[in-house]
């Protein structure tokens, strides 16, 4: 998954392959993995309002727990390009290409 940033993915893979862990890591399951984190993510932001949710910007526990998230739901997509050998950058700006001529600039 070169031009994102391989050292993170071959530590992720590396923590895979040391517990024997790869037979597990299909894309549906590491899609499904990445779908509970995202939900995990939002549990913590879920009850509080947007000024209280903003709070997740300043350092305490919230932005602990919701860096701790972020990071899970990172660790899963990463895993999953890797596995299906997607180099995600270029993925992410073919997509932002797609974007731009669907919605157009405003200023």
Known sequence: MA??????????????????WERFHTPKNLAMALVGEAGELAAE?????????ADAADPGPLRDRVSAEMADVAIYLLRLADVLDVDLAQAV???????????PSTT
């Not at 993170?8 to 517990?19: K, L």
């Not at 932001?45 to 949710?53: A, P």
């Open 93 to 103: 700006s073919d997509k932002l290409d797609v974007n731009e001529e669907r919605f």
């Open 45 to 53: 932001l879920q009850w509080l309002t947007s000024e209280e949710s």
């Open 3 to 20: 031009g994102l940033d391989d050292e993170v993915t071959g530590r992720i893979r590396e923590f895979a392959v040391a517990r024997d």
